[in-house]
């Protein structure tokens, strides 16, 4: 059983940064993948980023895509999330999730149907 565990929300002024580190404790090998997922007030869950835990792809959504990066520590099997030029738009709950296992369908990794663990998510607030 895979368990994942998120910390570094909080409450940021727009323009600032942030970043939101995931850990997951369990069975993880390179061909599993991780990856953050939002969801705002009123709106449905949002793919933010997503790696592979071998480093050979990352992906992004295209809302984040020049100002957040992803990256891993496959060794510790955790992820970290640095959030630059944070909008009011951000505000969200970031969940971390995990997919087990390599999909050939690249698209895959933008699904939240995809992955097989959450966390329990971490609250964001970007103020203006």
């Known amino acids: 059983q895979v368990q994942l565990v998120e910390s570094g929300g909080g409450l940021v002024q727009a323009g600032g940064s942030l970043g939101l580190s995931c850990s997951a404790s369990?069975?993880?090998?390179?061909?599993?993948?991780m990856a953050w997922f939002r969801r705002a007030p009123g709106k449905e869950r949002e793919f933010v980023a997503g790696?592979?835990?071998?480093?050979?792809?990352?992906f992004r959504g295209s809302s984040v895509w020049d100002r957040f990066r992803l990256s891993r520590n496959s060794t510790k099997n955790t992820v970290w999330l640095q959030m630059n030029s944070l909008k009011p738009e951000d505000t969200a709950v970031y969940y971390c999730?995990?997919?087990?296992?390599?999909?050939?369908?690249?698209?895959?990794?933008?699904?939240?149907?995809?992955?097989?663990?959450w966390g329990q998510g971490t609250q964001v607030n970007v103020s203006m």
């Open positions: 999730a995990l997919r087990s296992g390599r999909s050939t369908a690249l698209t895959a990794y933008y699904e939240e149907d995809s992955y097989d663990y």
């Open positions: 369990g069975r993880i090998v390179n061909n599993d993948a």
């Open positions: 790696i592979w835990m071998s480093g050979e792809n990352e």
